[in-house]
């Protein structure tokens, strides 16, 4: 789904993958793992996500999603607005 003031993507990290470090500055998100282990570092805090679990990440908040495991990650990221072009890399 994505329209002017909200985005629901799905996404598959393949194992021992990771984005680069950022933060956005309008977009609200939610990460909410489907199938897999996540490693969620926010504001320097590491959480370890499991299926059916989610962690919310503020506007202006440094985070970094990575796959540290020897399995697929799928989840879902729903952003308000949408993050697109609204990326700082720390």
Do not use: C, W
């Amino acid at each position: 789904m994505k329209t002017a003031t909200l985005s629901i993507i799905q996404e598959r990290m393949p194992a021992g993958t990771s984005e680069v470090s950022h933060y956005h500055q309008r977009a609200h998100q939610f990460f909410f793992v489907l199938a897999g282990t996540a490693t969620l570092v926010v504001n320097g805090v590491t959480h370890h996500l499991q299926a059916q679990q989610g962690l919310e990440v503020p506007p202006l908040t440094p985070h970094q999603l990575r796959n540290e495991s020897a399995a697929d990650l799928v989840f879902t990221v729903t952003s308000q607005p949408p993050s697109h072009g609204d990326r700082i890399l720390v």
